[in-house]
Structure formats: C-alpha cells, structure tokens
C-alpha cells in the first residue's frame, strides 16, 4: 500500500469558527495534536445571531489565535487575511443553518452559502495561484447530507449518492458542493468536500432540537415535535465531527468527498422522550413529568423522512472513526445544557428571540387543527 502523505497546516483559516461546530473545530485544532506545525489559527465569523464569542471563551489564551470579525462575502477583506497570514488552509464552516428560518425566507442562505463559498473559494484559488507559491495548500468544505434529499426506511447516502435537496437550506449547502467540485475539477483547487449528518453537543443554539428540547424541559415549556415524530436522524457529537473534519484537512484527498455518519439513528420522537427522560432523571423531577410536555405541531414543509450515512470510504481513506455515542454522550449534553444557563442567556439575542416567539404563535395557533 502507498503511504499517504499527511498535510501540515501552518497557517489555517476557519470561517464560522464562532458558530457551534466551528468553535468545536476551533478547540479541536488547537488542541494537543496539532501544536507541532501550526503557526496560526484565524478565525473569521461575521457573528449573527447563531455566532458567540463566547463560544470561543479560553481560546483566546492561545498566541497562536487571532478573531477577525467579518463576512465571507466580503472580498477585500479575504484578499486582505490571506495576504497578511500567509494562509495555507481553509476550514470552512460559516454558513446560515437553520431549515426553518430558510423556509420563512432563503436570501441570507443564498448570500451567505451560494455567494460566500464562492467569494472565499475563489479568493483562496487567486491566492493560492500566485506563481511564486511553492508550499501544498488545503480548502475544506464543511457540508450536510441533507443535500442528497430523503431517505425511505432503508438505505444509506454515500459518496455517489445523487443531489437532490429538498429545503432552501437544503438546496444553498447543494449548490455550494458544488461550486465547491467545479474549482476542483476545473482548476485542479486543492478542495475537498465534507458532508455529515445532525451534529449534537455543547453550544449549540437552542432553536436545534436538542438544546431547544433541552433547555424547554428545564424550563417546563412545550416540547414541539413536528408531525407525529416519525422522521429519522442519525446523530453525531460535534467533536468526532470536529476531529472528521481536521482528519479531511490532513489526510483528505483532494477532489474528494467524504461522509461522516455515526450509525446511531433515532427517530425525533425518540430523541425528544430520551431527553425528557434525561432532564426528569438530572432535575430529579419524577420519571415521565417531562414528557406530558411533548406537543405535536404541523410538520415542518418538505420535512425530509430520514437520513442516514454510510462513512465506509472515511473510515477506510482517513484512518477516522467516532468515539462518542449516544449512550454515554446524551447525558453529558444535557448536564452541558443544564450547567451553563449564563451561555444560554448570553446567545438568546433580540433577533433569535423574535424568531422562536414567531416560531411559538404559530405552533400553537395551528395545533388545535392538527391534533
Ligand atoms: N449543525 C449540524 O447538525 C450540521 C450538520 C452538517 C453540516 N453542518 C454544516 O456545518 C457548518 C456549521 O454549522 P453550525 O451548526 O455550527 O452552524 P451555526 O449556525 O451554529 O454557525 C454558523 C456560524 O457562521 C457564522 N456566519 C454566518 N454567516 C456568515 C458570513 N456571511 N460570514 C462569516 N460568518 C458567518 C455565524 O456567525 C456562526 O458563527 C455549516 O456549514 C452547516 O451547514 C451542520
């Protein structure tokens, strides 16, 4: 077997990197592993309202960590980073990543997934094709498997599984993919393609199913669960996300795809009464309290059934495979959740607040119809 050669990322971008699995790739990068070659870690977020500071808290010790506030569709700016930090690699992450606000309204996702991949991608490719650069380079692109559409009750995506999104979220990360290929294929750009299924874990924002679960229970609020809870997610914490994503960066092939899954699948339902369930057992309240909560809402449009991956090739070219379950990590969410109140106080902003009040009124004012 040919040894692969492994990439030593000295000055790397990541952009999102303030969002929830950004922050986790964020820690994970700086992490133990990584501190032989890497000089430099800049992180570009734009902070909207899914972006916190402090989710990045402690990582500002590290010398090797610079924040940049910024938009990824802002060309002069990348021209700018890239230039001044001698970037090498990219992560990138920033995105718009909620279904449910792009199905209320899909320009931000067009903006920032459609218009800003292209922007960076093709700020990363006119600085990397300088004639003097001699060093390898890396751009990883951050995707989900929702671009492949859904799923029956059997079956799983893989790599060569076609494209066919069903949500504007959906359909911008798509789109992006494949941007993404074309700089591949056409220019020979060192790309490579990342899709995963529903991540969970720390710091995420309460308007995803698990933290809004979560933190609803603990606070004795409705649990919507859309439609009659039947649709299929498979789960995976965000740092095998995280360590995923780093694996692609070092010993990902370039022009190459690979999905990340963790063979756990639960349907929402489930989720929802495992939570229940958690929260009831760590509040010390008696068992089933939380799940008199459980409120059944008008499905979501084009709800997609299921999801599922198959991660052979990851697991088989990047030497890559999760080790956090369900089983031992749920709790350790919730506890996450149920510990750091001030964080969840400090990334309920005006704006999220407006969306999930919206979101509440019309939940409650359609579920007498539906039930
Ligand atoms: N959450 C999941 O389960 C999941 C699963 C698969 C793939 N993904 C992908 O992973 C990536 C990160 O997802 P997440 O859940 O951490 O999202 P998130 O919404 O928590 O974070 C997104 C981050 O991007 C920043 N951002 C948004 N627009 C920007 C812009 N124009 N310029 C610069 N920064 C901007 C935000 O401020 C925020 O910090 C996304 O590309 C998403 O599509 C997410």
Redesign the pocket.
């Known amino acids: 077997m040919v040894e692969k050669r492994v990439f030593q990322p000295r000055n790397l971008l990541i952009?999102?990197g303030?969002?929830?699995?950004?922050s986790s790739v964020v820690r994970t990068v700086l992490g133990e592993r990584a501190r032989k070659h890497l000089t430099r870690v800049v992180v570009?977020?734009?902070?909207?309202y899914?972006?916190h500071l402090s989710n990045l808290d402690g990582v500002e010790l590290d010398p090797r960590y610079r924040f940049v506030q910024?938009?990824?569709?802002d060309r002069s700016l990348l021209e700018k980073l890239f230039a001044e930090h001698d970037i090498d690699s990219v992560l990138h992450?920033?995105?718009?990543?909620?279904v449910d606000r792009s199905i209320e309204s899909a320009d931000a996702f067009v903006r920032?997934n459609v218009n800003?991949t292209f922007v960076l991608i093709d700020a990363a490719r006119r600085a990397w094709a300088k004639a003097d650069r001699s060093e390898p380079t890396r751009f990883v692109h951050?995707?989900?498997?929702e671009v492949y559409g859904a799923l029956g009750p059997t079956g799983r995506f893989t790599e060569s599984s076609p494209y066919a999104p069903n949500s504007p979220y959906a359909a911008s990360?798509a789109a992006s993919d494949l941007l993404v290929r074309s700089y591949a294929r056409t220019y020979d750009f060192p790309a490579i393609i990342t899709n995963?299924?529903?991540?969970y874990g720390p710091r995420?924002?309460p308007e995803?199913l698990i933290p809004l679960m979560i933190t609803n229970a603990a606070e004795k609020k409705m649990l919507p669960v859309y439609g009659a809870g039947q649709q299929v997610r498979e789960w995976i914490h965000v740092d095998d996300h995280a360590d995923a994503v780093w694996q692609a960066l070092v010993t990902g092939s370039p022009g190459e795809s690979y999905l990340f899954g963790s063979d756990e699948e639960l349907s929402n339902k489930q989720v929802v009464e495992r939570i229940a369930d958690l929260v009831d057992a760590e509040l010390g309240r008696a068992r089933g309290t939380s799940r008199e909560l459980m409120t059944y809402v008008p499905d979501r449009k084009g709800h997609d059934f299921r999801y599922a991956i198959d991660s052979s090739k990851a697991r088989r070219e990047l030497g890559w495979a999760p080790t956090r379950t369900l089983e031992t990590h749920l709790v350790e969410t919730v506890r996450w959740y149920l510990a750091n109140d001030a964080w969840r106080r400090s990334v309920a902003t005006e704006e999220h607040r407006r969306f999930q009040a919206a979101y509440y009124a019309k939940s409650s004012t359609q579920e007498s119809t539906q039930r």
């Open positions: 952009t999102g303030a969002g929830f699995i950004g570009l977020d734009a902070l909207t899914a972006g910024g938009d990824i569709c992450l920033a995105a718009e990543s909620h920032t800003g951050v995707s989900t498997d990360k995963t299924c529903n991540n995420q924002l995803k």
